[in-house]
């Protein structure tokens, strides 16, 4: 059939709401994977990718791929191997309309890209813009002839539905609900996060099992709200959920405080007392960081195991355990069972269902409802008259954000800003590029010549000459950060807030700095300069 008849078109229509749907129910992922199985049917594709694309800075924050392994990776082609030609050809033009690229010559020196053949034949489409970012959506074809012009105006008009309810869920202008303290109502936030929708599936799948289970990922990305979950959606939701940090506890008082312990069985140990086991009875027992076990306790702990039943240290009476168990991990166990660390017959009860937790950058369109959400709570923590509103210009600075400190860190920073941005019981403009405190941490693109800082020479190395000394380029961003905010060290936009330091820190900086021998070749300011002090 060919694929611009009648009956196609109609199919295609179909197609574009499908997603829409199944955006909605099972998030973006599915509905990328739904889109490409679809649409191969008719052309050669080998690929669909989707991302931000930042013109003035040739920046591309990926938000999903079919291609594993792809989308998590920020680029940047202006620090790429590719000549100016080649990175014009790819950018085209910020008109929003689709973008046809035909260059096999493309592929020959792009070796910095990953699955650069897909770059034969490239139709890129628009879904939406956020701040000066666009959301497009690439369909790759390792043919060269693959797609036409009149290909792209039906891909545009496919995408459409897809499109508009992604846009509603980044410029959304009502809060998300709040999720109350209780482990159920925490897996609302679980719930609420379209890149997750999959995994949400799988918990409530096995939730209802007595399986254990292990989950692997990040720190920070929410493994322990995943938790939260599997007790929620378990038989035994209302029995107890006891969370053990295994990293937390001293190793001497380990095996004590998981076990319990008899009335004189070590110094100290005035009374008998219960241990976690115990106390979880009927209900969960969530081991946090289970890696971090040492080899005598991971002893015991494959013993209740296989047996159902714990002997307190000091006792030689056993007592029978009704528990699920629950294990977390951000380490590689198979790699520590290779290294003798971690004993492999325990390993193996534990991995009987594995779950894998995802960093945030894994799950970018997630970033704007979680924001949103932490913003609403923090609001109300604090009784402001209304949560203040994310613009579309910091929702697209979060989203070009790598989070190395996953959803906790986006939790802090969005907490940050509120509580920066607070002015009595209402709240100014959130900055969150700001709130992020430390800008080395931000990817270059983010404040080279962008918005999302302001329009400011950012001291930079010499290009020719002996390179700086660490003390004489802290002097000088220093002296560069005064500038910025008017020689203000305290308060929400002083200097001291942006440079994530205490203000008598800067302080002293400050003064050894003005005190310091002038005529430095790398000096590009005058150190005399008086900045004021508050």
């Known amino acids: 059939m060919h694929p611009h008849s009648s009956?196609?078109?109609?199919?295609?229509?179909?197609?574009?709401?499908t997603c829409r749907l199944l955006y909605k129910e099972m998030g973006f992922q599915s509905a990328l994977s739904y889109f490409f199985a679809y649409l191969r049917q008719y052309y050669p594709l080998s690929r669909i990718f989707s991302g931000f694309r930042h013109y003035k800075t040739t920046r591309y924050v990926p938000v999903g791929d079919t291609q594993e392994g792809l989308?998590?990776?920020?680029?940047?082609?202006?620090?790429?191997?590719?000549?100016s030609e080649q990175i014009q050809m790819l950018m085209g033009t910020d008109a929003f309309e689709p973008y046809l690229v035909r260059s096999p010559s493309l592929t020959d020196s792009s070796q910095w890209m990953s699955g650069q053949e897909d770059l034969i034949c490239y139709l890129r489409v628009p879904l939406f813009t956020q701040g000066e970012s666009v959301l497009q959506m690439a369909f790759c074809s390792r043919v060269s002839d693959a797609f036409t012009e009149e290909d792209g105006e039906l891909f545009f008009r496919i995408t459409r539905p897809l499109a508009q309810a992604m846009s509603e869920d980044f410029n959304s202008l009502q809060p998300p609900p709040l999720v109350q303290s209780g482990a159920?109502?925490?897996?609302?936030?679980?719930?609420?996060?379209?890149g997750l929708t999959d995994l949400c599936h799988e918990v409530k799948k096995i939730a209802p099992t007595e399986c254990m289970i292990l989950v692997y990922g990040p720190t920070g990305a929410g493994k322990e709200v995943l938790v939260d979950a599997l007790h929620a959606f378990s038989r035994r939701s209302t029995g107890p959920l006891i969370k053990v940090n295994c990293g937390?506890?001293?190793?001497?008082?380990?095996?004590?405080?998981?076990?319990?312990?008899?009335?004189g069985a070590f110094t100290g140990a005035l009374q008998s007392r219960a241990g976690f086991f115990e106390a979880a009875n009927g209900g969960t027992l969530f081991l946090d960081e289970v890696g971090e076990l040492p080899p005598r306790v991971q002893v015991g702990l494959l013993r209740v195991l296989d047996n159902h039943e714990v002997t307190r240290v000091g006792s030689t009476q056993s007592i029978p355990l009704n528990v699920r168990i629950l294990a977390a991990t951000h380490r590689d166990l198979r790699q520590l069972v290779a290294e003798g660390k971690f004993r492999e017959d325990l390993w193996y009860r534990l991995n009987a269902y594995t779950l894998h937790m995802p960093s945030l950058k894994e799950h970018r369109v997630d970033i704007p409802v979680l924001a949103n959400?932490?913003?609403?709570?923090?609001?109300?923590?604090?009784?402001?008259a209304q949560p203040p509103y994310i613009s579309a210009s910091q929702i697209e600075a979060l989203c070009a954000y790598d989070w190395p400190g996953n959803i906790r860190e986006l939790r802090h920073v969005a907490e940050r800003a509120v509580l920066c941005a607070r002015q009595g019981n209402m709240c100014a403009p959130l900055d969150f590029v700001a709130a992020i405190g430390n800008l080395k941490a931000l990817r270059p693109a983010l404040y080279h010549k962008s918005t999302y800082l302001p329009q400011t020479n950012l001291p930079l190395l010499p290009t020719e000459g002996p390179y700086p000394t660490l003390g004489e380029w802290t002097d000088e961003y220093i002296h560069w950060m005064l500038e910025k905010t008017g020689g203000k060290i305290t308060g929400p936009h002083g200097a001291a807030t942006l440079l994530a330091v205490h203000p008598n820190t800067l302080r002293a900086k400050r003064d050894r700095s003005l005190h310091a021998k002038e005529g430095s070749p790398h000096c590009h300011r005058d150190p005399s300069s008086k900045a004021r002090t508050d």
């Open 7 to 17: 009956k196609t078109a109609q199919q295609y229509i179909f197609c574009g709401e």
């Open 71 to 83: 989308s998590s990776t920020i680029l940047t082609l202006a620090t790429s191997s590719l000549t």
């Open 184 to 194: 159920k109502e925490r897996c609302d936030l679980l719930l609420m996060c379209r």
């Open 248 to 263: 937390a506890i001293a190793e001497s008082l380990l095996e004590s405080e998981l076990f319990g312990y008899e009335k």
């Open 373 to 384: 959400y932490f913003v609403n709570k923090m609001s109300n923590d604090i009784s402001l």
